[in-house]
T-cell receptor
Framework: AQSVSQHNHHVILSEAASLELGCNYSYGGTVNLFWYVQYPGQHLQLLLKYFSGDPLVKGIKGFEAEFIKSKFSFNLRKPSVQWSDTAEYFCAALRGSARQLTFGSGTQLTVLP | DTAVSQTPKYLVTQMGNDKSIKCEQNLGHDTMYWYKQDSKKFLKIMFSYNNKELIINETVPNRFSPKSPDKAHLNLHINSLELGDSAVYFC?????????????FGPGTRLTVL
């Protein structure tokens, strides 16, 4: 079974709309969480990551994510999206002593001008 | 300056052929990875090397053989290519094998097997 789930496969928003992309993981114990973005034709770039401490993590380009342990979630948010945010967004998890990232299936975000 | 580079960017080949994809990083990192992204955009790790030593080897057909001549390079050789090998292959690197270290990805190599 897939251990990182992204339930939204494709999200379409208008510019200035607020964004929330869901990510759930199925691990117990210590987990490190990441959001990566892949702009069209480009490689994966790290948006933000959570290791410990404040569960609200701020990343680049106005993105943030909140780690909610009780819900096994790490949702990505942005208050006002721009056309340039159109991309594929991947949630990933690193569990305990594991040395590999497990990625979710990705969410394609399309922002209409 | 490109941090993690891959060549070629596109590769189209016939079934049964043998091909290689090269990866180089100029970040001074010790650890490198190969990922496969299928047609549904699902990313899965294949291999990881730390200082030229294989540390992760997921369930991948033995037609796939990684080679690390030095810690800045991790090449992927694929024998007897099959249709199902068509995918985008991403190389990545991280400072070391610490599980919390950020991984930096290359631009990907889109392999199409005809």
């Amino acid at each position: 079974a897939q251990s990182v789930s992204q339930h939204n496969h494709h999200v379409i928003l208008s510019e200035a709309a607020s964004l929330e992309l869901g990510c759930n993981y199925s691990y117990g114990g210590t987990v490190n969480l990441f959001w990566y973005v892949q702009y069209p034709g480009q490689h994966l770039q790290l948006l933000l990551k959570y290791f410990s401490g404040d569960p609200l993590v701020k990343g680049i380009k106005g993105f943030e994510a909140e780690f909610i342990k009780s819900k096994f979630s790490f949702n990505l948010r942005k208050p006002s999206v721009q056309w340039s945010d159109t991309a594929e967004y991947f949630c990933a998890a690193l569990r305990g002593s594991a040395r590999q990232l497990t990625f979710g299936s990705g969410t394609q975000l399309t922002v209409l001008p | 300056d490109t941090a993690v580079s891959q060549t070629p960017k596109y590769l189209v080949t016939q079934m049964g052929n043998d091909k290689s994809i090269k990866c180089e990083q100029n970040l001074g990192h010790d650890t490198m990875y190969w990922y496969k992204q299928d047609s549904k955009k699902f990313l899965k790790i294949m291999f990881s090397y730390n200082n030229k030593e294989l540390i992760i080897n997921e369930t991948v057909p033995n037609r796939f053989s990684p080679k690390s001549p030095d810690k800045a390079h991790l090449n992927l050789h694929i024998n007897s290519l099959e249709l199902g090998d068509s995918a985008v292959y991403f190389c990545a690197s991280s400072r070391n094998r610490d599980s919390t270290d950020t991984q930096y990805f290359g631009p990907g190599t889109r392999l199409t097997v005809l």
